[in-house]
């Protein structure tokens, strides 16, 4: 079991940044590889970030190339979601999520077992 706490949320202007902390505990942090969704009101949640255990590997979603970056500390059991240039479209609910996987990186709600409450993200105009 895990369990996951997403702070750094907040209100910012378009092309600010905010930075996203997920802290982990429970079983070991760096069994799996770990991911950020978000999810705007009235849609369905989707695919930001996401890096196995390592920090080998990563992915991201093409509206957020160049402009976030996630990274992890597994000392620290923690993740997190640096959020540059931000846009009101990245307005939503962040949320963080373990895998069932240490290698494997999904981009898929379904690959992923653990997740969050989730932190709120708005960007204004």
């Known amino acids: 079991q895990v369990q996951l706490v997403e702070s750094g949320g907040g209100l910012v202007q378009a092309g600010g940044s905010l930075r996203l902390s997920c802290a982990a505990s429970g079983r070991r942090f760096s069994s799996y590889a770990m991911g950020w969704f978000r999810q705007a009101p009235g849609k369905e949640r989707e695919f930001v970030a996401a890096?196995?255990?390592?920090?080998?590997?990563?992915y991201y979603e093409d509206s957020v190339k160049g402009r976030f970056t996630i990274s992890r500390e597994n000392a620290k059991n923690s993740v997190y979601l640096q959020m540059n240039s931000l846009k009101p479209e990245d307005t939503a609910v962040y949320y963080c999520a373990a895998a069932q996987s240490a290698d494997r990186v999904g981009i898929r709600t379904i690959d992923y077992r653990y997740w969050g409450q989730g932190t709120k993200v708005t960007v204004s105009s």
């Open positions: 890096m196995n255990w390592r920090g080998t590997t990563t």
